[in-house]
């Protein structure tokens, strides 16, 4: 494939399916990504085959290597010196042991079955010292964080819940150092949370993006930090120009449904040393660059966040295809139409605004206690108010 060089050439990602929620995701990390490498024209439309592949216009890249390089240089982020990683550990190390001593220090004291005012007396003096140490090991882990994180906005830790107080600190701080055409890590943290939200922890609750909280000791925000780490341009080349192989181990955002591993969807133990759970990781890392066009703010008490809604019970995240070639502030629009969270959506009123089709996907919950995955349901096509029709066995693909 080539691509002309004067910055009018369009670029076909063939790997990607736009009726696979990764597959969309992915796409749209990409746009935000080229554009933020300086493709500042680039736009995104969807081109039907025997699947909706994306295709980006605007594009001076000379051919899909060079593409390749582009993109991976951007996602690699700002370096990060060489004794910032060993500075970061060894700082998680005396934050994880401080919050040891805390957990250790309150199991102790609730085994001399103290009541009232002992009980009282003896975590004045013995837990709260301990929990001060505590958030000050924390307060020093988020420092040696932030320089040894390739992006701003994974220095709020491993995962996104924090506290709002310290949700608002962050924002403060991106906000002094956002610009009009640099303003991605605020868009990331308005995506993620808002500090108006906090769960029953009184930790902020997070995008219903966020699908690892900790399960495996895998975390949302360390998982991107470390899919970051393994950019490179051959990776790229794989996950938007290749037929996903899942040659990758681990470090997933588990976006895409094939990552749903219920022993009865399987022909053997998904558990079993040689049935390892494999993805592709920059289609992992591209999909995440996308949460900028996913914004979330407060909804009453709860979060909501754009092209998510509750169907018959279940979170459920709808996403619209189109076929002219649209920007970011135009894609954040039609992700927010109010017609795609009908349940049966009217087919003249997306036709009217350029969607020629629309997928749903639930977030399902697979395991019990402590010992469950986060997945999405495969996708199917959206049944509208008129008569549809199914374009291959394995998934409803609706035209408008």
């Known amino acids: 494939m080539t691509v002309p060089s004067t910055g009018h050439g369009t670029v076909e990602l063939g790997a990607l399916d736009g009726s696979n929620p990764l597959g969309f995701l992915t796409a749209l990390g990409t ?10 024209n680039a736009r995104l439309r969807w081109k039907h085959g025997l699947t909706w592949i994306p295709v980006l216009e605007e594009i001076s890249a000379r051919d899909d290597h060079r593409f390749s390089e582009i993109v991976a240089e951007a996602l ?28 250790d220090k ?20 013995e837990v709260r010292p301990l929990e001060q ?49 640099d303003r991605d890590t605020v868009d990331f943290l308005a995506a993620f949370a808002s500090d108006a939200c906090l769960d029953k922890y009184g930790r902020t609750e997070a ?71 494999r993805t592709v990781w920059m289609a992992n890392l591209l999909a995440y660059r996308a949460l900028v066009l996913f914004p979330s703010a407060p909804s009453g008490v709860r979060l909501a966040t754009t092209a998510w809604t509750e169907i018959d019970g279940a979170p459920t995240f709808t996403w619209p295809i189109w076929e002219a070639a649209a920007d970011p502030d135009t894609i954040r629009s039609l992700l927010w139409l109010p017609e795609l969270r009908a349940g049966r959506p009217d087919r003249s009123a997306l036709q009217a605004r350029g969607i020629a089709a629309a997928y749903r996907a639930r977030r399902i919950k697979v395991g019990e206690g ?31």
């Open 31 to 40: 746009l935000v990504t080229v554009r933020h490498a300086g493709g500042v």
């Open 76 to 103: 690699r982020g700002q370096s990060v010196p060489e004794d910032a990683e060993s500075a970061r550990k060894a700082a998680e190390d005396a934050f994880n042991a401080a919050k040891k001593n805390v957990d």
């Open 106 to 125: 309150k199991k102790q004291i609730r085994g001399r079955r103290l009541k009232g005012k002992e009980r009282d007396a003896a975590i004045d003096a």
């Open 133 to 181: 140490t505590r958030e000050e090991k924390r307060r020093d882990w988020l420092q040696a964080l932030a320089k040894a994180v390739p992006r701003p906005e994974l220095a709020l830790g491993k995962r996104i819940d924090c506290t709002h107080e310290e949700y608002r600190d962050h924002a403060h701080t991106f906000r002094e150092r956002a610009g009009s055409g």
């Open 207 to 277: 995008t219903p993006f966020c699908f690892i909280t900790g399960s495996g000791h895998q975390y949302f925000l360390d998982t991107v930090r470390q899919l970051t780490e393994h950019a490179t341009s051959e990776r790229v080349h794989q996950a938007l120009f290749e037929p996903w192989a899942y040659r990758d181990e681990t470090l997933s955002l588990r976006w895409d449904p094939i990552e749903d591993r219920r022993y009865a969807l399987m022909d053997r133990d998904p558990t079993a040393s040689d049935n390892t759970s």
């Open 370 to 400: 402590t010992n469950y995955k986060i997945n999405f349901s495969p996708a199917r096509g959206i049944s509208f108010n008129e008569p549809t029709r199914p374009t291959s066995a394995s998934r409803t693909e609706i035209d408008c």
